[in-house]
């Protein structure tokens, strides 16, 4: 197909009412194929994960469910996660050309992985009250989410607070990870993007996950490598719905609609573990980290029944054949 035609048929699909069992047998077919993937099928994946990450964001567990357990052949019974009644958002004018233009300029190499967030961030941006109304009340199908209702925003955490924490615990793998990576303690700046104006309780569970993404890829187990932030996004959305890790799994769909298909399997089955892995895990949101900086990572694990994340590659793969 080309580009015309795959779009075509992604804006036909991403109109259509998700059918479940069509979508457990797109991911359980897509499997199959192997490296063989059909365009039909990457596209039609695509469509309903932009579905569920932009036009109704109740249905990311039941999409993600589906799509994820046919293509681990599984089917996935953790808790329920079936929003009912929710009013579906609606579409704003050039949501799908900005999503698209996303996606090619990854392809084209234009976008490193901090243009990626942004522009991902951007597409969500475009989105109006509705939207958040509802994915504030799809949050709260999530396992203990509710629990967060009314909490006051978490104090940010400094690099001196984990300075002082003992070799080997959480604090200080925090600590090191972030000045060695020269990473920000909480990605975006949480009052320039308004986060204490989201709804509950997006307020809280957006904020507290900008704290605590690096601090999950320490204790669940994976690398800060490209292949494994795309799998912890399917991680963190696993969790609670989280809205920013659903468009951003949207547009690696797309990418993977638009990409040589040699390489489909890899981010389906890195997506399909990882969400699987998230819906197996206890609820991280939960933790209060600042009571835990001293212990260490696999004794946090053993407290609140963590495993690690088994990754079904290397978690450097992507950019082993970027450098080949």
């Known amino acids: 197909m080309n580009r015309d035609a795959l779009k075509a048929r992604f804006r036909q699909q991403v109109n259509q009412p998700i059918d479940l069992s069509r979508l457990y047998k797109l991911g359980r077919n897509g499997k ?5 993937v059909g365009q039909k099928i990457r596209v039609d994946i695509a469509a309903a994960f932009a579905r569920a990450g932009f036009l109704e964001p109740g249905l990311i567990g039941e999409v993600y469910d589906a ?23 609606e579409k704003p004018d050039g949501l799908w050309d900005a999503y698209w233009s996303v996606a090619e300029d990854a ?3 234009e976008l490193d992985a901090a243009g990626i967030t942004a522009r991902t961030a951007h597409l969500g941006g475009l989105m109006g009250e509705d939207y958040l109304k509802a994915t504030a009340e799809a949050a709260r199908e999530y396992p203990k989410v509710t629990s967060m209702e009314g909490s006051a925003p978490p104090p940010k955490i400094t690099l001196e607070t984990l300075a002082a924490c003992p070799n080997g615990s959480l604090g200080r793998e925090f600590h090191d990870m972030i000045v060695d990576n020269k990473f920000d303690l909480e990605v975006l700046d949480r009052d320039e993007i308004g986060l204490s104006d989201l709804p509950q309780p997006l307020n809280y ?7 605590a993404h690096d601090l999950w890829h320490i204790v669940a187990g994976y690398d800060t490598t490209a292949l494994h932030e795309i799998a912890i996004s399917a991680f963190q959305m696993a969790q609670f719905g989280h809205p920013y890790s659903a468009q951003f799994l949207s547009v690696m769909g797309a990418v993977g609609a638009l990409s040589p298909r040699i390489g489909y399997g890899v981010l389906m089955t890195s997506i399909s573990t990882a969400w699987l892995h998230g819906r197996k895990t206890p609820p991280l949101i939960l933790i209060d980290w600042e009571k835990e900086w001293e212990k260490s990572p696999q004794a946090i694990r053993d407290e609140f029944g963590i495993e690690l994340y088994k990754s079904p590659y290397p978690a450097d793969l992507i950019e082993k054949r970027l450098a080949a």
Do not use: H, M, Y
């Not at 569970?205 to 704290?211: A, G, K, S, V």
């Open 32 to 36: 199959r194929a192997s490296v063989f």
């Open 67 to 89: 799509v994820c357990g046919g293509w681990l052949n599984e089917k996935i019974t953790a808790t329920s996660v079936t929003p009912k009644d929710i009013r579906r958002p």
């Open 107 to 109: 392809i084209a190499g």
């Open 205 to 211: 569970l957006n904020t507290r996950i900008l704290q």
